[in-house]
């Protein structure tokens, strides 16, 4: 299955191939756009593009297990479908932390290649409960997490991609 990344502003002129999904992510506060093209399958989330920390408000709404157990039953879902389009704000850290959740879910490995060589630092925060829905190994889990950071922060070290921090 074709997976393709978006920002928001991308993903409302973008044409989407065969029978296909949308995940679109929001901060909430706002409403998502129209998409200018149907999709056989919507799923809209709204979390914080952040990680729960000490300090942060409690109520602050960030990915959680709920989260991610709807992201499971679409996976499910659209097995058969051409493609899968993926989209928040800006389109670098929450929708590739998502793909690449996607990917663990299929054991796509040329897909999680593919974002490596992109743009992109995801969503820490997302990866961590995918990780431990997807797999039941304890000890996978968090290799395939530890993995995926290790990788990004070399990245930002090496001044591969840029970060901001607030």
């Known amino acids: 299955m074709k997976v393709t990344i978006l920002s928001m502003s991308q993903a409302q002129y973008y044409v989407p191939q ?5 995940v679109r992510v929001s901060d ?6 129209s998409l200018n093209y149907p999709y056989q399958i919507v799923l809209s989330m709204s979390f914080y593009d952040i990680e729960p ?19 499971i039953k679409l996976f499910d879902e659209i097995d058969l479908f051409d493609e899968l389009v993926i989209h928040c704000h800006a389109g670098v850290s929450r929708s590739p932390a998502i ?15 593919k974002i490596k060589d992109g743009n992109y630092h995801p969503n820490m925060q997302v990866l961590n409960i995918m990780s431990r829905l997807i797999f039941k190994d304890k000890k996978v889990a968090r290799n395939k997490l530890d993995e995926l950071s290790s990788f990004y922060n070399r990245k930002v070290q090496e001044n591969d991609i840029k970060v901001f921090r607030f």
């Open 99 to 113: 793909a690449i959740a996607y990917a663990w879910y299929r054991n796509d490995l040329e897909l999680i290649n």
């Open 28 to 33: 909430g506060g706002y409403e998502l756009e």
């Open 53 to 71: 920390r000490v300090g942060l408000p409690s109520n602050w709404n960030w990915f959680n297990m709920s989260d991610g157990k709807m992201l």
């Open 18 to 22: 065969g029978k296909s999904a949308i």
